[in-house]
């Protein structure tokens, strides 16, 4: 499966973006489909995740309450709404396919390229 994530920008501190992963092929609903992101000098780290129909959304301690995982399996594309925006949340967001739900990055098969988000303070 092929993913294009979109949505990035340059948005204020405690502002909002959304953004979107379309995936190619026929197979998308069988996919747990998740969100990671890399801050410079820092590791890629898990945002969020959810399961293959849409249920059980888990998320990064440091993103519950204000993200939103969402997917819609007829349209092959994953959200990820993002609310009262931090300078911290400021990353590349990666989108990801795998056979699982995990915040694991090693249980992902399939990466998308990434897309920017800038949080000024």
């Known amino acids: 499966v092929q993913l294009q994530a979109s949505g990035g920008g340059l948005v204020q501190a405690g502002g909002s973006l959304k953004l979107s992963c379309a995936a190619s092929?026929?197979?998308?609903?069988?996919?747990?489909m998740g969100w990671f992101r890399q801050a410079p000098g820092k590791e890629r780290d898990f945002v969020a995740v959810?399961?293959?129909?849409?249920?059980?959304?888990y998320y990064a301690e440091s993103v519950k309450g204000r993200f939103t995982i969402s997917r819609d399996n007829a349209k092959n594309t994953v959200y990820l709404q993002m609310n009262s925006l931090k300078s911290e949340d400021t990353a590349v967001y990666y989108c990801?396919?795998?056979?699982?739900?995990?915040?694991?990055?090693?249980?992902?098969?399939?990466w998308g390229q990434g897309t920017q988000v800038t949080v000024s303070s």
């Open positions: 990801v396919a795998g056979p699982v739900r995990s915040d694991s990055r090693y249980s992902y098969n399939y």
């Open positions: 092929g026929r197979t998308f609903s069988t996919y747990a």
């Open positions: 959810i399961t293959r129909s849409g249920g059980s959304p």
